[in-house]
């Protein structure tokens, strides 16, 4: 008999006020008992919704159930055979809109928390030195894949359990790619992705550091190598900045100049070889996860933060947790706002934002109802740090130019669902094919690309 | 596994300019003039961009020179021949772009004359007739004359204290070369912010297409963190993936110069401690 507790099983983490000052992880983890109390919560539906979902189709009530049996070891050997990223995904996927949103638990009270039981086994068997990494037979065929980022490193787990030879290509002197250089390590520890990459070369995965793929190889070179195959999985990192004056002064940063120089840098440590600069009030400007990451990371190096966004906060596009959490720690959501310059000292430094108050007009292409501005209602808040969250487009280093290769208007690598590109041999996916999305629809790319690398190879 | 990179060349040119050579095979068979590579010291290190100053494909080999100006530069400087480097990655950015212009000037400046070298042998090979100008505060950190020499049709080397060569400036000698009555067609400059300002405004006043090679701040080197920007005709770019060469009449140099400075009190205090580590001895020469 289910447990019908209408809510989900609690997750202990930091107090607000404590965490908002450490840069350790905020979610502190089920113990068994809170997991096993909420496994038992699945009432097993003979046609699970959550597993629809999914995008990487993780069986989530087989895995729950094995849980609500305390077989951890079971629960996990189910879980990694679909998901090759289960502690990551645990943590950051937005289950809220995937496996608990179609929770039928959720109807009537709250879904069952999915994503945690997930993250308490993943753990669970770090923890016993578990770890899923039984590969089929070497089947003596080579693939490369282009960046370790949720989307590489999911089809290079895929393939290598296949018994493929997988290489992975990193430019990064780290691999994980966003998972290391852009979500905060108060949301996912970095030795957590260490712990998985691990695994990956475990199962015979030969991660390749420090190599920009279009620079000191190209895709052509790789096919000349003997790869019979590439992956492209190098996401969509270029930021974007608003084109307003001022964005040249002192202090301002793209989120990702600002999150890599913290994540991947360790900026945040005092004895840290890399800069950032300590603000004292900074101003973030967007509404996605990104800025909210970059948001309560200048909030734990010491600033008063506000969120700049242009539409109100039902529009806001990031985790209603990811608010939730940020605004719990003291960031401030100046809502309906837009900035249109930034003013600087003689110095350079960044003094001030100009903004003008924006009012919900009628609903635009994206269905969201359009900003508008309200006239004559600039103000000045005074920052000495903007740092521009607006979202990111295509990088086409790694794929540029090569021969045959169709881009979609974007810049993007025009991929179908299966990871299929216009040349035989180049599969690609996660945000290099779809612009920028979250990381379990790169894992769910990169896991389907796999299974295309490995029909074409076999076909050929 | 994690890779390392053996420094199988070092030199010291100058008390505080030194010479690298590096096993990166792969990099030397792609790296072209104007194309630089960027390194870690340590596992905890920071990412600096440098220039590539030479690549010798046969020998697997891509020098760079430094000048120690800061607490990564002073740690990598104390690594000797034999010794590795945590990361090197390159070739990145665009090549300059060599082809035969006719008759062309490259203006180094200091330690830029390391990455002037390779620009003007390219030009030099490419059927140029080049002008290759080296600038240096004093006779003493005079580097590469020899290098230099090879590299071009005819070298001039100007020191600010006049003791050694043309006594002034590169932008001195330039003017003085165009005054004789040389015709140039175009124009190279590398090397610090401010020498390449005055050398454009002086190319601009003569009607000299100039490009200049620029270095700002950056991390990945990639076009991920955009902290390289800027302003080029009106249009933001990135030094890394657009650059590193400009059109140096189209390039807002006050706004580089300042925004090069974002992180001067930082480096500050690191050369400091660095220096405190080593006995203070860094600091002087």
């Given at each position: 008999?289910?447990?019908?507790?209408?809510?989900?099983?609690?997750?202990?983490?930091?107090?607000?006020?404590?965490?908002?000052?450490?840069?350790?992880?905020?979610?502190?983890?089920?113990?068994?008992?809170?997991?096993?109390?909420?496994?038992?919560?699945?009432?097993?539906?003979?046609?699970?919704?959550?597993?629809?979902?999914?995008?990487?189709?993780?069986?989530?009530?087989?895995?729950?159930?094995k849980v609500a049996e305390e077989d951890i070891a079971g629960a996990y050997e189910i879980l990694s055979n679909a998901n090759a990223l289960p502690a990551i995904s645990g943590r950051v996927c937005p289950q809220e809109n995937q496996c608990e949103g179609k929770c039928i638990r959720g109807i009537k009270g709250e879904p069952v928390s999915i994503g945690r039981v997930e993250r308490f086994v993943a753990d669970w068997a770090a923890e016993h030195g578990i770890a899923n990494v039984a590969t089929a037979p070497k089947n003596g065929?080579?693939?490369?894949?282009?960046?370790?980022?949720?989307?590489?490193?999911?089809?290079?787990?895929?393939?290598?359990?296949?018994?493929?030879?997988?290489?992975?290509?990193?430019?990064?002197?780290?691999?994980?790619?966003?998972?290391?250089?852009?979500?905060?390590?108060?949301?996912?520890?970095?030795?957590?992705?260490?712990?998985?990459?691990?695994?990956?070369?475990?199962?015979?995965?030969?991660?390749?550091?420090?190599?920009?793929?279009?620079?000191?190889?190209?895709?052509?070179?790789?096919?000349?190598?003997?790869?019979?195959?590439?992956?492209?999985?190098?996401?969509?990192?270029?930021?974007?900045?608003?084109?307003?004056?001022?964005?040249?002064?002192?202090?301002?940063?793209?989120?990702?100049?600002?999150?890599?120089?913290?994540?991947?840098?360790?900026?945040?440590?005092?004895?840290?070889?890399?800069?950032?600069?300590?603000?004292?009030?900074?101003?973030?400007?967007?509404?996605?996860?990104?800025?909210?990451?970059?948001?309560?990371?200048?909030?734990?190096?010491?600033?008063?933060?506000?969120?700049?966004?242009?539409?109100?906060?039902?529009?806001?596009?990031?985790?209603?947790?990811?608010?939730?959490?940020?605004?719990?720690?003291?960031?401030?959501?100046?809502?309906?706002?837009?900035?249109?310059?930034?003013?600087?000292?003689?110095?350079?430094?960044?003094?001030?934002?100009?903004?003008?108050?924006?009012?919900?007009?009628?609903?635009?292409?994206?269905?969201?109802?359009?900003?508008?501005?309200?006239?004559?209602?600039?103000?000045?808040?005074?920052?000495?740090?903007?740092?521009?969250?607006?979202?990111?487009?295509?990088?086409?280093?790694?794929?540029?130019?090569?021969?045959?290769?169709?881009?979609?208007?974007?810049?993007?690598?025009?991929?179908?669902?299966?990871?299929?590109?216009?040349?035989?041999?180049?599969?690609?996916?996660?945000?290099?094919?779809?612009?920028?999305?979250?990381?379990?629809?790169?894992?769910?790319?990169?896991?389907?690309?796999?299974?295309?690398?490995?029909?074409?190879?076999?076909?050929? | 596994?994690?890779?390392?990179?053996?420094?199988v060349v070092k030199k010291t040119l100058t008390p505080e300019i030194s010479l690298i050579s590096v096993s990166a095979p792969l990099v030397a068979a792609k790296a072209k003039a104007g194309q630089f590579i960027i390194l870690r010291v340590d596992e905890d290190g920071e990412r600096i961009p440098l220039t590539i100053s030479n690549a010798d494909p046969e020998k697997g080999l891509v020098t760079v020179v430094f000048q120690k100006i800061g607490a990564t530069t002073m740690a990598l400087d104390q690594l000797q021949q034999g010794?590795?480097?945590?990361?090197?990655?390159?070739?990145?950015?665009?090549?300059?772009?060599?082809?035969?212009?006719?008759?062309?000037?490259?203006?180094?400046?200091?330690?830029?004359?390391?990455?002037?070298?390779?620009?003007?042998?390219?030009?030099?090979?490419?059927?140029?007739?080049?002008?290759?100008?080296?600038?240096?505060?004093?006779?003493?950190?005079?580097?590469?004359?020899?290098?230099?020499?090879?590299?071009?049709?005819?070298?001039?080397?100007?020191?600010?204290?006049?003791?050694?060569?043309?006594?002034?400036?590169?932008?001195?000698?330039?003017?003085?070369?165009?005054?004789?009555?040389?015709?140039?067609?175009?124009?190279?400059?590398?090397?610090?912010?401010?020498?390449?300002?005055?050398?454009?405004?002086?190319?601009?006043?003569?009607?000299?297409?100039?490009?200049?090679?620029?270095?700002?701040?950056?991390?990945?080197?990639?076009?991920?963190?955009?902290?390289?920007?800027?302003?080029?005709?009106?249009?933001?770019?990135?030094?890394?993936?657009?650059?590193?060469?400009?059109?140096?009449?189209?390039?807002?140099?006050?706004?580089?110069?300042?925004?090069?400075?974002?992180?001067?009190?930082?480096?500050?205090?690191?050369?400091?401690?660095?220096?405190?580590?080593?006995?203070?001895?860094?600091?002087?020469?």
């Open positions: 008999m289910a447990n019908m507790q209408m809510n989900k099983t609690p997750m202990p983490e930091q107090e607000p006020n404590v965490r908002n000052a450490n840069f350790k992880e905020v979610a502190l983890g089920y113990t068994l008992e809170q997991a096993v109390n909420e496994a038992k919560r699945c009432l097993q539906c003979k046609n699970p919704a959550c597993v629809g979902g999914c995008p990487v189709g993780i069986p989530i009530p087989q895995f729950l159930a065929h080579k693939v490369a894949v282009v960046g370790s980022g949720p989307a590489g490193l999911t089809c290079a787990g895929e393939l290598a359990r296949m018994g493929y030879d997988v290489t992975v290509f990193e430019a990064f002197h780290t691999a994980g790619g966003v998972l290391s250089y852009g979500i905060p390590e108060f949301r996912l520890p970095k030795a957590i992705v260490a712990r998985e990459v691990a695994n990956l070369e475990k199962m015979g995965v030969d991660i390749q550091l420090n190599m920009v793929i279009g620079k000191i190889l190209t895709i052509t070179d790789l096919f000349d190598m003997g790869y019979e195959s590439v992956f492209i999985g190098s996401g969509a990192g270029l930021p974007m900045f608003m084109k307003i004056p001022g964005e040249a002064l002192i202090g301002v940063y793209s989120a990702n100049e600002y999150l890599t120089r913290i994540n991947l840098m360790k900026a945040y440590r005092e004895d840290a070889a890399t800069p950032i600069l300590r603000n004292k009030k900074v101003a973030v400007v967007g509404g996605g996860n990104v800025a909210m990451d970059a948001a309560r990371c200048a909030k734990r190096l010491g600033a008063e933060v506000h969120i700049i966004y242009r539409r109100s906060e039902a529009e806001l596009p990031a985790r209603k947790e990811e608010v939730h959490h940020a605004k719990e720690e003291g960031i401030i959501f100046d809502l309906l706002t837009n900035p249109v310059c930034i003013k600087g000292d003689e110095t350079n430094h960044v003094s001030a934002i100009t903004c003008v108050k924006m009012e919900l007009g009628e609903p635009d292409a994206s269905g969201r109802r359009s900003p508008v501005v309200v006239e004559g209602s600039d103000f000045d808040i005074e920052v000495d740090a903007v740092i521009m969250a607006l979202g990111t487009q295509a990088n086409q280093m790694s794929y540029n130019g090569t021969p045959g290769l169709e881009k979609t208007r974007k810049g993007c690598v025009a991929a179908d669902e299966k990871g299929i590109t216009s040349v035989p041999g180049i599969f690609a996916g996660g945000d290099a094919a779809t612009g920028a999305a979250t990381v379990i629809l790169a894992m769910g790319a990169g896991k389907s690309a796999a299974k295309s690398i490995d029909e074409y190879i076999k076909s050929k | 596994m994690h890779q390392t990179y053996e420094i010794e590795r480097l945590h990361d090197f990655v390159g070739p990145l950015g665009q090549a300059t772009e060599v082809e035969n212009l006719g008759r062309v000037a490259v203006l180094g400046g200091g330690l830029g004359c390391a990455i002037a070298l390779p620009v003007a042998k390219a030009l030099t090979e490419a059927g140029n007739t080049v002008d290759l100008i080296g600038g240096f505060k004093t006779k003493d950190i005079v580097i590469l004359e020899d290098e230099m020499k090879n590299a071009c049709t005819d070298l001039h080397i100007c020191t600010d204290d006049g003791s050694y060569g043309f006594n002034g400036f590169v932008t001195g000698k330039l003017e003085e070369l165009i005054a004789s009555g040389v015709k140039f067609d175009h124009v190279f400059a590398i090397g610090p912010l401010m020498m390449m300002k005055f050398a454009c405004k002086l190319t601009e006043k003569y009607g000299i297409p100039t490009t200049v090679s620029m270095n700002p701040v950056m991390i990945d080197g990639t076009g991920m963190c955009g902290g390289c920007r800027l302003t080029v005709d009106g249009e933001v770019k990135f030094a890394c993936v657009d650059g590193p060469d400009f059109d140096g009449h189209k390039v807002d140099f006050d706004e580089v110069i300042a925004r090069n400075a974002t992180y001067r009190d930082f480096e500050t205090r690191a050369k400091e401690k660095h220096a405190c580590r080593l006995g203070g001895g860094a600091m002087n020469g």
